[in-house]
């Protein structure tokens, strides 16, 4: 298998629903997200998925929520903006501009979110 992973940092504010503690209230983070694309095949120049290209569909998902309150965008206005939640959120995105942009050849395999330097969440499936 192949992997290739690119990352990129964005900012947005948030405040976490139900949460007892600081992070109820309105709060910032430097967000740092890392996608992870895998897949066993490579293309006809020997690539798995060109960094540009993986780079560009990412900037499309960041573009939606940098410098915005997450709370006030879908899906989080219902969906608490957790570090989890957007881990999934990138994930589902990136998903399904791979499977356009691929047919399924290359696969999301795990998005990774720093909401501080010491503080991570990861999903896949
Ligand atoms: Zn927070």
Known sequence: MFEVSVE???AAGHA???YRGKCENPHGHNYKVRITLAGDELDSIG???DFKDLKQAMN?????LDHQFLNDIEPFRQLNPSAENMARYFYQE???HLQQATGGRVKVKQVKIWETD?????YFE
């Open 94 to 96: 990136a998903t399904s």
């Open 118 to 122: 010491s503080t991570t969440a990861t």
């Open 60 to 64: 499309q998902i960041i573009d939606r």
């Open 16 to 18: 976490l629903r139900g």
């Open 47 to 49: 690539l798995l998925y």
């Open 8 to 10: 990129d940092s964005f």
